[in-house]
């Protein structure tokens, strides 16, 4: 979550290597996890977790606000239903509140 929050600041290491690295995180295609349920307008860079536990980490951009970080960790949930839907609803509410 720190490396994360350091390189939604963009000090993890230098301004332009932060861009990179948020650059890279941007190219993820795992939609059915925090962005499921947020408004198009949000943008957002995960870095998707393996599949053995379901976990997520994002850096979410709300439009006009401040970027903020959020990471979610399950387990012994259904890979393919139960924890998809809690991450993208509690993504969801944390984006809303």
């Not at 993820?28 to 976990?55: C, G, T």
């Amino acid at each position: 979550m720190q490396v994360l929050v350091r390189l939604a600041k963009r000090s993890v290491v230098s301004p332009a290597a932060s861009d990179e690295m948020i650059a890279i995180l941007q190219q993820q295609y795992f939609n059915e996890r925090h962005s499921a349920q947020l408004p198009a307008v949000s943008e957002w860079r995960i870095k998707p977790a393996d599949r053995q536990v379901y976990h997520d980490a994002a850096i979410v951009y709300p439009p006009q606000h401040t970027p903020y970080v959020v990471v979610i960790l399950t387990s012994g949930l259904s890979e393919k239903d139960e924890a998809p839907a809690l991450v993208a609803a509690l993504s969801a509410a944390i984006y809303h509140n």
